[in-house]
């Protein structure tokens, strides 16, 4: 089953009013549910079948690989420490963030701006919908983890505020 296949199954059954489907094939497993408002959560599971105990996995050696310059433990122990002081505002969902209402208005907010809670930080749109992040905190933005128009996963860090 192809994911478009899927998105067209989502959409069928948030319209048509259903509560809950699950649809089983041989190897896909699917349940949408729908809640308030109309919208779907979909569960989707692919069974792989399992391989055989007896044939064990082939091992190919690797090639030798540079290691590449790695941030000193002392530098990684201070940034963290200095992220620590912040509130990270997080994506709640998959989809792609944009920082304007639109391409030809100014961005929501930018570092050093100072936000209240509810205001506007954002929007991720998924599957045609443009969903509106808000704060959480009232403080200053310290830092923009995402670029403009870059798909986000669900609880992928967005911005850094600084509540004092």
Do not use: H, W
């Not at 200095?82 to 930018?110: A, L, N, W």
């Not at 983890?145 to 911005?159: A, H, K």
């Amino acid at each position: 089953m192809e994911l478009k296949d899927i998105q067209n199954l989502i959409k069928f059954v948030a319209k048509s009013g259903a509560s809950e489907v699950k649809l089983e094939m041989e190897d896909v497993k699917i349940t949408i549910r729908t809640g308030e408002g109309g919208k779907a959560e979909t569960t989707y599971i692919q069974q792989i079948p399992a391989m055989p105990a007896a044939t064990p996995p082939a091992v190919t050696p690797a090639a030798p690989v540079e290691a590449a310059p790695a941030a000193t433990p002392a530098a990684e122990a201070a940034s963290a420490e200095d992220d620590s002081k912040y509130v990270t505002i997080k994506s709640p969902m998959i989809g792609t963030f944009y920082r304007k209402p639109s391409p030809d208005k100014p961005v929501f907010c930018e570092v050093g701006d100072t936000v209240a809670v509810g205001d506007t930080l954002c929007i991720i749109e998924a599957m045609k919908l443009f969903n509106e992040i808000e704060s959480e905190v009232s403080g200053k933005i310290v830092k923009v983890l995402v670029d403009d128009s870059s798909p986000v996963e669900y609880d992928q860090p967005l911005y850094l505020i600084d509540p004092s």
